[in-house]
Nanobody
Framework: QVQLVESGGGLVQAGGSLRLSCAAS????????MGWYRQAPGKQRELVAI???????NYADSVKGRFTISRDNAKNTVDLQMNSLEPEDTAVYYC?????????WGSGTLVTVSS
């Protein structure tokens, strides 16, 4: 089993920055990717950024150039640095881990960006 614990959410003004962190515990064998998704009120959950075990990264078009994902394999953590935040970034952010084709999710952390 894998458990994911997020931290770092909060309230920030537009243009500000936040850093989200996710710590994974449990067996990390056959983990293929870790990343972040978000779900805004009334919307579907969407990919924000993902990093594979090989170091490949992928970002949603809406966050490219503003967000940076990083992974520390030794510490089993994945962070999301969010800069130039916009009100449209307001959402619950979920940490995600893919292991042997199974998705694991954290409980989410709320990010609110005020205009």
């Amino acid at each position: 089993q894998v458990q994911l614990v997020e931290s770092g959410g909060g309230l920030v003004q537009a243009g500000g920055s936040l850093r989200l962190s996710c710590a994974a515990s449990g067996s990390m064998l056959r983990v293929s990717a870790m990343g972040w998704y978000r779900q805004a009120p009334g919307k579907q959950r969407e990919l924000v950024a993902i990093v594979t075990s090989g170091g490949y990264t992928n970002y949603a078009d809406s966050v490219k150039g503003r967000f940076t994902i990083s992974r520390d394999n030794a510490k089993n953590t994945v962070d999301l640095q969010m800069n130039s935040l916009e009100p449209e970034d307001t959402a619950v952010y979920y940490c995600n881990l893919v292991k042997s084709g199974v998705n694991y999710w954290g409980s989410g952390t709320l990010v609110t960006v005020s205009s």
